[in-house]
């Protein structure tokens, strides 16, 4: 049995991203690395584990010109006043992703991050649209309510 995906509020630093219509998180992973020599037994590769990657978050939502977190930088460029500090920041922001049911929190995944990408899509009749691509880095947290 799945669960429907009901609600998720994305925090960069204090700013709340609204209209998000979509995320996804590519997951947790772990560098590989090969100590094949030439005296491997039987010919087999050997590996150790390296160090781990917490991943990337993309979302992406509709685009409203009013909407405080979606409005364009004083330079009148495609980057949103929530992600201007994240994009010129030297450090890295907390990056909060709140997975809700019914309107309850049933667990938060925080971690370091940094925007590595923003950008807006505008079509003829159709919604606009943006896209925002957040590289997490150190360890996350996950918590379940």
């Known amino acids: 049995m799945g669960v ?42 050997e590996f150790v584990k390296g160090y781990k990657d917490a991943g990337e978050i993309t979302f992406s939502g509709n685009y409203i010109t009013d909407n405080a977190t979606h409005l364009g930088d004083t330079a009148g460029g495609f980057i949103f006043d929530g992600f201007d500090s994240t994009i010129d920041a030297t450090a890295s922001t907390t990056i909060t992703l709140t997975y809700m049911k019914t309107a309850s929190t049933v667990g938060t995944h925080t971690c370091l991050g940094f925007v590595s990408s923003a950008s807006i899509s505008s079509n003829v009749n159709e919604i606009q649209t943006f896209s925002c691509t957040v590289k997490l880095t150190g360890a996350p947290t996950f918590n379940v309510s």
């Open 4 to 45: 429907m995906a009901d609600a998720i509020q994305i925090n960069l630093g204090a700013s709340n991203i609204g209209i998000v219509t979509g995320m996804t998180w590519d997951g947790l992973s772990r560098d590989v690395l090969e100590t094949t020599t030439f005296s491997s037994a039987a010919n087999w590769k």
